[in-house]
Structures are given as C-alpha cells and as structure tokens.
C-alpha cells in the first residue's frame, strides 16, 4: 500500500503525492486548495480513500482523494455544529481513520481565551456528528493536537499550558466500544527529566503502528520519539530523532508527520523548505535510511521524486502523512 504525502507550500498551496511500496515516489501534484495564513494540515486513509483537513486563517476545509485516484469536487467545510464559538478560531486539526470512519481531532482560540480542551467530530458515510470534548481536562493554552488510531480506540495528544505558563504533553483515548474518555494523563509524570522539553514542543504527530501508538513531538528545530507499548507500559525514553537518525545532519527538523506503512513507522520533517524522511524498523528496532537499508539516515523527499513538466511547489511549510 503506498504512502500519501500532503504538504503545504509558502504560498498556502496544497499538494500531493505517493511512495509505493519500492520506494518509488510520484512528483508532487496540485491537490487543488490554496490557503492563505495555513495553521494546520493533516490526513487519514479511510475505506472511502484519503482524506484531508486543512486549517487557516478563518477556514476549515475537507477533501476525499478517492482510490480511484480523483479527488472530491472542491473542498468544503468540515464544521458541523457543536464546535465551540462555531469553530470561529479553530487552529490546530488533526485527524484519525479507521474503516469507514474519520474522526477530526482539533483545538482552537474563542476570543482572547482557548478551547478547555479538544474537541472531535466524526465524519462517516451519513455525514458528520456533533462535536464533543475528546479530552477531560480544561488546560488554557492548547495548541498542537494530533490524533492516531489504534485498534479501533482515537488516541489524542494535546500541548495544553496553565496560566502560569507551565505546559503539559496530555494523552486521552476514546474507546471504541463504549465511546468514554479514560481520562486525561500527563506524559511528564512517565518522563520527569524531560517536562522542560515537552512542554516546549508545539507541533504533535501521532500513528498506530503494529498495533502501538507512536508520538513525535517537534519545535523549530529537533524532534523526540517515543512508544506506547500496550496499555500498562510506554518505551523508557522520549528520544531524540537526530541523535538516533543521525547524529550529523546539522538541519532544522520541524512540523513532523508520522504514519506506519507496512508494519514500519516513517517519520516525516520539514527542514529549511525541504522535506526529510526517515523510517523507523519495528521488528528489528532501529531507525532505516528510506533509500538505503543498510544505515539508517535522513533521505530528502523532494530529490526523489521523478522530474515534473508541471508546477513545483515552492518551499514546504507543512506535511501530512497517510499509510497502512
């Protein structure tokens, strides 16, 4: 099954392409929506195709690429009632699929104060639900969101800050079966050295993989990894990704996007314009150059992908990732 790639350029422009299982990518295609001010983007496969939400500056759009490889006509709203305020200041979208199903994870502004928590709606074959909280509890200041499914169950991370400016890296599931929340836990109490550094971590990417959640968090600069095994245990660290990928590359690694294909995790960054890949093997727990399977490294997405007659983006502000 391939893997999509959905990025946003400096212009606001939205693109699209795939990696097949050999590694091959297509060049990146127009996926038809020019944004302007872009917050957030993010996409699912669901059994209707890959779907996408995109965020900013007053909008809050939604789009189907179908298997046969059309896309929906146009994009269209994906605000159904419930969102606080009517969704006026929505800023952070991300989103989870499984089977038919579409849940859109997202956390906004109303005013000069923020969403209490995260809110989600899910969108199937009858339309949308309502939306309802998806975490537990009211931290102000929440920005990054990002949503995984595993298993069925809509796991949700959230950066939330408290008045005093102390922030918190906030992990929830929704159970599939019942549709409860179990109730918001802080990730600083698995990993105390760390909180400084979490809590400094806007940008959240989230993907099931092998039937474990995988959680990257990034600033402008590095990224950390971790795993959460099963539901009494997590991986002992929150690492760093440059220093397991490696440890040379001098570049900026920001706006991570994560998605498992083939039993494997891959690890998606902008840096500088550019977009860096690099896999992490599940089996043999260790990090895979995506063009090299005898070292692990960071390959550029861009310098892989086959010489295009039409219109290049320009430099990449933001990625989504997609994969089974």
């Known amino acids: 099954m391939p893997i999509h790639l959905v ?37 699912a496969l669901t059994d209707r195709g890959l779907q996408v939400c995109a965020t900013g500056a007053g909008r809050y759009v939604h789009t189907i690429r179908f298997d046969s490889s059309t896309w929906q006509a146009g994009w269209g709203n994906f605000l159904p009632e419930g969102w606080p305020d009517g969704g006026a200041d929505l800023a952070f979208v991300s989103v989870a699929g499984f089977g038919p199903r579409l849940d859109v994870c997202a956390s906004g502004t109303y005013g000069d104060r923020a969403w209490d928590r995260v809110w989600v709606s899910t969108r199937t074959d009858g339309g949308w639900t309502r939306a309802s909280a ?3 509890k009211y931290r102000p200041g929440m920005t990054g969101v990002a949503a995984a499914n595993v298993g069925g169950d809509l ?16 992990h929830t599931i929704r ?46 600069r590095e990224l950390r990894h971790t795993i959460r095994i099963d539901d009494s245990s997590w991986q002992n660290t929150f690492g760093s990704v440059r220093a397991a990928v490696d440890p040379t590359f001098a570049g900026p690694l920001t706006r991570p996007a994560i998605t498992g294909s083939v039993g494997n995790l891959h690890v998606f960054a902008v840096s500088d314009g550019r977009i860096k890949h690099t896999i992490r ?18 390959g550029d997405v861009l310098d892989r992908m086959p010489a295009s007659s039409g219109t290049r983006p320009a430099a990449i502000r933001m990625v989504a990732a997609a994969g089974v």
């Open 281 to 298: 093997l599940t089996r043999e727990y260790r990090w895979q150059h995506p063009d090299d399977a005898s070292r692990s490294g960071f």
């Open 7 to 43: 990025a946003i350029d400096v212009n606001g422009t939205t693109w699209h392409a795939e990696r097949d299982d050999g590694g091959r990518w297509t060049p990146f295609a127009s996926a038809g929506l020019t944004i302007a001010e872009p917050y957030s983007v993010s996409c």
């Open 155 to 170: 796991h949700v991370l959230v950066r939330a800050m408290d008045p005093d400016g102390t922030s918190h890296l906030v």
């Open 134 to 136: 998806a975490t537990s």
């Open 175 to 220: 159970r599939a079966r019942t549709g409860a929340l179990q109730g918001d836990h802080f990730l600083e109490a698995l990993y105390p050295n760390e909180q400084r550094v979490l809590g400094g971590f806007p940008f959240l990417a989230a993907a099931g993989v092998a039937g474990q959640l995988h959680v990257v968090a990034g600033d402008d």
